[in-house]
């Protein structure tokens, strides 16, 4: 029996933290009613209030004015809302062209493809093998046409981070939008949209133990942006739906929380895991970059050994991390990342990713790197492919 | 943190749980009297079976396997080594994918293929076995659809797949003891040759069969 679960899947999802649920809270018992007008009652000028100085603090630390803020339901709806916005918005006066690059999480991946089938282009760029798209390549796909770049600002299985500010000048030069994903840096990663002329940032709550099901939408002022849900004249009739006014105070609440000494100490936790893994494991690869790195990712392939296995030995040990094999997903597709970085299925099948966050520290990545290297040496020993690498 | 207890949940049964952590028959045999290998590490699941067969009983006497998969796979092969054992091979022959699932308790239908692998891997060996002893009773001439049964043993890494059902290979000739393969593939893929391998593989053992030619497309 297990007293203790270790959560190292941060990525996925984090703890809500206490401080945030306390934020949060008068939005659902006392001031609950929807944001009105300022010709409304007063309960809904309150929430209103509420939502304001949410937005306001969040585009904040963007270096946003608060218009440029609009609140979805997290990342998915973010990144639906720019690529399908942008592409309605310009494909009969520019064109509907569309380039991503190949190893873009499934809110980018995903609603490209459904554009494609509607008749948009789309170019898929290449990434080198640490995960970095190639810079030229998009200079050379960019032509009259093109209506909108896309490319994370880091990845989210090998935590690679782009070299977003020359993607973007690469784009403002050529006179094309760009959105990024930055669900995996924001609040973790510095992105100033005074310095870095990105016209839409998808970001979420989730990753930074504030509440799931929220996210935003930066739409840099002026950008055209098609409505792509119909309903109600909310977020300045960019967004149909009442607000999620608890979500929002709860979104700006964990903004404020993360500080650079916790983004310091979780890649202290980063490089511990990295190091001891390539140290005292054989037959271990690192995937993605060692420096151009989100603090809190780490990826690493244990040759001879599928992910499936793994993480169910670890879970049973009281571990949680997720692997790119196929045995693991949903779609029993191995992970397009490692594909993508040109790894071949063998490299997709053993990797684990290992995200932490607040509630982690450095014994629970002692714990589990222990647990890991029994767990490897046991499933080698069973495995054909190690017995004929010996 | 989170306090856990019986309430634990896994995606698996007990038994399955059981045989996973602690398998049964592990390793290999040296000295094996058949051996079948299943899968690719392409497909993500690979599993060896080794046996020891007494030639007057032809019962197996002893059996191991090797694995590189998931839960499912190695559970599979744990339980299905302990049905084998003991057996003769006509009576191993016969074990199904469903008896074995259902010593488990049950696996994901998701999971079949993995476990699948298990069953056919146990059924190569024994083939070999066969072909070893000469008891493959009546050498029946290899026809494009023993060919094309023996190709759904092959994975397509793409896909996860085999290279039928995935509609790889696009013509199968067999002529003069000669078997030619087309794939839906240029030469130059980075999956080629692990495909040819593995199909070749699959093929030169075929009783009747000189040689085994794979065709990709051009480009």
Redesign the interface.
């Known amino acids: 029996m297990l007293d203790k679960i270790t959560y190292l899947d941060n990525a996925a999802s984090t703890r809500l933290d206490e401080r945030v649920l306390k934020a949060m809270k008068p939005y659902f018992f006392d001031t609950y009613a929807v944001a009105t007008s300022e010709f409304g009652y007063s309960m809904g000028i309150d929430a209103k209030e509420g939502l304001m100085a949410a937005r306001g603090s969040i585009a904040r630390t963007l270096g946003a004015s608060a218009e440029e803020l609009v609140f979805t339901s997290g990342e998915t709806e973010s990144s639906n809302m720019a690529l399908k916005g942008v592409i309605g918005a310009l494909k009969k006066k520019k064109g509907s062209h569309l380039i991503i690059s190949r190893i873009e999480d499934f809110p980018v991946l995903n609603t490209a493809k459904g554009l494609e089938r509607q008749g948009s282009k789309v170019d898929y760029l290449n990434v080198d093998n640490e995960g970095a798209v190639d810079l030229e390549q998009l200079d050379s796909l960019i032509t009259k046409g093109t209506a909108l770049v896309s490319i994370q600002h880091a990845n989210q299985e090998i935590g690679t981070i782009q070299d977003i500010k020359a993607i973007a000048e690469v784009c403002s030069d050529k006179d094309v939008l760009l959105h990024t994903d930055a669900t995996h840096t924001f609040t973790r990663v510095p992105l100033d949209m005074k310095k870095v002329p990105v016209d839409l940032v998808t970001i979420s709550a989730h990753t930074i133990h504030g509440p799931r099901g929220v996210g935003a939408l930066y739409i840099r002022e002026g950008t055209p942006l098609e409505k792509w849900m119909d309903g109600g004249y909310q977020e300045s009739n960019r967004r149909a739906g009442p607000e999620n006014i608890p979500g929002a105070v709860g979104f700006a609440k964990a903004v404020e929380l993360v500080t650079p000494e916790e983004n310091a100490s979780l890649a202290r936790m980063r490089d511990h895991i990295i190091t001891k893994a390539l140290e005292d494991i054989p037959h271990v690869t690192l995937n993605g970059s060692r420096i151009d790195r989100t603090p809190q990712n780490a990826n690493l392939t244990f040759h001879y050994v599928e992910g499936e296995s793994m993480t169910l030995h670890l879970d049973m040990r009281g571990f949680a991390v997720s692997t790119g094999s196929a045995c693991f997903s949903r779609s029993l597709e191995a992970s397009h990342v490692i594909l993508g970085i040109g790894g071949d299925h063998e490299r997709a099948h053993g990797s684990l990713r290992f995200t932490f966050g607040r509630y982690n520290t450095m014994e629970d990545v002692d714990a589990v790197l222990s647990a890991l290297k029994e767990i490897v040496e046991k499933l080698r020993e069973i495995s054909p492919l190690y017995a004929n690498s010996r | 943190?989170?306090?856990?207890?019986?309430n634990?949940k896994?995606p698996?049964t007990e038994k399955v749980?059981e045989h996973?952590?602690d398998?049964k028959n592990?390793?290999?045999l040296e000295d094996a009297d058949g051996k079948g290998?299943e899968g690719s590490?392409?497909?993500?699941?690979?599993?060896?079976i080794y046996l020891k067969v007494d030639p007057k009983t032809t019962v197996i006497d002893d059996i191991k396997?090797?694995?590189?998969?998931?839960?499912?796979?190695?559970a599979t092969a744990s339980i299905i080594t302990e049905m084998a054992k003991g057996k003769t091979i006509a009576d191993a022959k016969k074990i199904t994918w469903q008896e074995a699932t259902e010593e488990l308790g049950g696996l994901p239908p998701?999971?079949r293929h993995?476990s699948v692998l298990a069953v056919e891997g146990l059924r190569s060996a024994i083939r070999d076995y066969e072909e070893k002893h000469g008891l493959v009773s009546e050498q029946e001439p290899t026809t494009e659809e023993v060919v094309r049964s023996r190709l759904k043993h092959v994975m397509n890494?793409m896909a996860?797949l085999d290279i039928v059902r995935t509609e790889l290979v696009t013509k199968i000739e067999v002529k003069e003891g000669i078997v030619r393969v087309l794939l839906d593939l240029p030469s130059g893929h980075?999956f080629a040759n692990a495909i040819k391998e593995d199909l070749v593989e699959k093929l030169e053992t075929l009783w009747d069969i000189k040689e085994v030619k794979v065709v990709f497309t051009e480009g």
């Open positions: 943190m989170l306090i856990a207890g019986d634990l896994f698996y749980l996973f952590r398998p592990v390793g290999k290998l590490p392409a497909c993500g699941d690979m599993v060896a396997f090797e694995s590189y998969g998931c839960a499912s796979n190695i998701v999971k993995c890494p996860g980075q």
